[in-house]
């Protein structure tokens, strides 16, 4: 079965320093790339996604990650967090060889300390 | 933000009572989910509707049940409650899986199974 692991469960870090939290999948074939923003008290917003083509995506609230297919992650980066930042973030595939059905990783919660 | 709105979105209930939550959209989109979200384990798909009347299980299915009799709306019982469906349930809609549509997520429903 398909699976997406996020290694972070919390991460917690000042205003300014930079953010990176990783997401492999499991399965190879054509994937479609997600990650997705919670924040507190809100239902999921999409940041960025990944279908094709340059393999550095560029997202919403200068977020942006990077597919590697040969290590089958899609990390998600932040040069500069601010306090807004604090929310959770999910990463989450999809894949027609698996049904075409959203699987998404556990979540990584990320504290931003003004 | 997608015209996607959830009913209730805070429930209380006790062990043993069946619970209807209701999804409905506004963008006329085919595909419509249910997940659930629980710490540690991200969002898990428990069923999904590709059509009027037409349903299928998700990941986490035991206990629930769904019916889709019209495009816009979704709706999810749990027949008889029990405490492990305590959870926050989140509908979400696209019009094609797997191509570079997106899912677009709804507000979500807190249950309290008590």
């Known amino acids: 079965a398909q699976s997406v692991s996020q290694h972070n469960h919390h991460v917690i870090l000042s205003e300014a320093a930079s953010l990176e939290l990783g997401c492999n999948y499991s399965y190879g074939g054509t994937v479609n790339l997600f990650w997705y923003v919670q924040y507190p008290g809100q239902h999921l917003q999409l940041l960025l996604k990944y279908f094709s083509g340059d393999p550095l995506v560029k997202g919403i609230k200068g977020f942006e990650a990077e597919f590697i297919k040969s290590k089958f992650s899609f990390n998600l980066r932040k040069p500069s967090v601010q306090w807004s930042d604090t929310a959770e973030y999910f990463c989450?595939?999809?894949?027609?060889?698996?049904?075409?059905?959203?699987?998404f990783g556990g979540g990584t919660r990320v504290l931003v300390k003004p | 933000d997608a015209g996607i709105t959830q009913s209730p979105r805070h429930k209380v209930t006790e062990t043993g009572t069946p619970v209807t939550l209701r999804c409905h959209q506004t963008e006329n989109h085919r595909y419509m989910y249910w997940y659930r979200q629980d710490p540690g384990h991200g969002l898990r798909l428990i069923h999904y509707s590709y059509g009027v009347k037409d349903t299928d299980k998700g990941e986490v299915s035991d206990g629930y049940s769904v019916s889709r009799s019209k495009t816009e709306d979704f709706l999810l019982t749990l027949e008889s409650a029990t405490s492990s469906q305590t959870s926050v349930y989140f509908c979400?809609?696209?019009?094609?899986?797997?191509?570079?549509?997106?899912?677009?997520f709804g507000p979500g429903t807190r249950l309290t199974v008590l």
């Open positions: 979400a809609i696209t019009n094609q899986p797997g191509s570079t549509d997106t899912q677009y």
């Open positions: 989450a595939v999809i894949s027609k060889a698996a049904g075409n059905k959203l699987t």
